[in-house]
């Protein structure tokens, strides 16, 4: 065999191993993956570490409330479904956002119960292709934030125009707020409150590969553009931040390595709402600010709340 054949082999198998590469990147981070993170959750269900248990005693509370099941279908066809759990009759409304493969029951595992038994209503969002919404593919952002605008809309026509919304998300939820933050929101939306968002999906797939594959991760944009119809630029909450004119408080665990503690004060500084705050829960990891520290929390968020609606 020639040299020249030999070395398109190795440049074709180069190639192909990227290609699959960037293939399962993709459809790791972006997948619905229904069935395993099914497998994930039924493990947790049997894990004794305290955090978890709280988590799923914030289950059994929310499993319990009286609420209305509502449903939508998203601009792309995609069928969405959410939770409102009305509190007496309050025109104040939560709409909480949920993270990464996840419920809202898990990613609010103790702030749910704060912010509810403060006395406000919430709309308990299941972000697409997660718990009770269709879709193949999340987006990190990208067009859950479009979904969280639909949202409001059908709050706002079915509970009445004179509602006063805060807008809370987690960590990939964090990160649809602020995104949402740099469009234009309704008149009722007073604040947001983002916890432990990424500056960016780019970012954070490079910190989480720690810099490494650079190749694959260059490819899934073409991907994730082809098979999700979604672009990167559309996924970083720090350029739409400079938009924002939402009052925002930025949470962040400074324990955080998933989505690293420094992020929070890059979102921070970029903010241009004429009103932020933030605040740093001790000792916690991703997406643990107030199940680790429950008062601080509060203390944090439930004066922001009153303050704005």
């Known amino acids: 065999m020639q040299w020249y054949w030999i070395l398109l082999i190795v440049f074709g198998a180069i190639c192909l191993t990227v290609f699959a590469g960037a293939l399962y990147m993709f459809h790791f981070a972006f997948g619905a993956n229904r ?9 947790r269900e049997k894990d004794p570490a305290p955090l978890v248990r709280m988590r799923f ?9 009286p609420y209305d099941a509502l449903s939508m279908t998203a601009k792309d066809g995609t069928k969405l479904s959410a939770r409102f759990f009305p509190n007496g009759g309050t025109k104040k409304v939560a709409v909480i956002l949920h993270g990464w493969h996840s419920f809202p029951w898990w990613d609010f595992g103790k702030s749910f119960d704060i912010v509810y038994n403060a006395g406000y209503a919430v ?6 292709a997660q718990g009770e919404s269709e ?7 990208a067009k859950e934030s479009e979904d969280l605008l639909c949202w409001l809309d059908l709050l706002l026509e079915r509970y009445g125009s004179d509602l006063s919304i805060a807008i809370m998300g987690v960590s990939m939820g964090a990160a649809t707020v602020l995104i949402s933050t740099g469009k234009t929101l309704p008149k009722q939306v007073k604040c947001a409150v983002a916890d432990c968002s990424f500056t960016s999906a780019e970012d954070e797939f490079r910190s989480t590969m720690k810099g490494k594959f650079p190749l694959i991760r260059a490819l899934g944009k073409p991907i994730a553009y082809i098979l999700a119809h979604a672009r990167y630029s559309d996924m970083s909450p720090i350029t739409a931040v400079t938009r924002s004119k ?3 408080l930025f949470i962040h665990g400074d324990k955080d390595s998933f989505v690293p503690y420094p992020m929070m004060q890059k979102l921070y500084d970029a903010c241009a709402a ?7 829960s001790p000792g916690a990891v991703h997406a643990e600010s107030a199940m680790r ?3 601080g929390y509060a203390a944090a968020v439930l004066p922001w709340l009153s303050a704005h609606l």
Do not use: C, M
């Open 123 to 128: 709309l308990a969002v299941s972000q697409r």
């Open 293 to 295: 520290n429950p008062d």
């Open 246 to 248: 939402t009052p925002t």
């Open 274 to 280: 004429p009103e932020k705050q933030q605040w740093s």
């Open 135 to 141: 879709g193949r593919y999340l987006t990190y952002g």
């Open 57 to 65: 005693d914030t289950k059994t509370y929310f499993d319990a409330l």
């Open 35 to 43: 069935k395993t993170i099914r497998k994930v959750f039924d493990a």
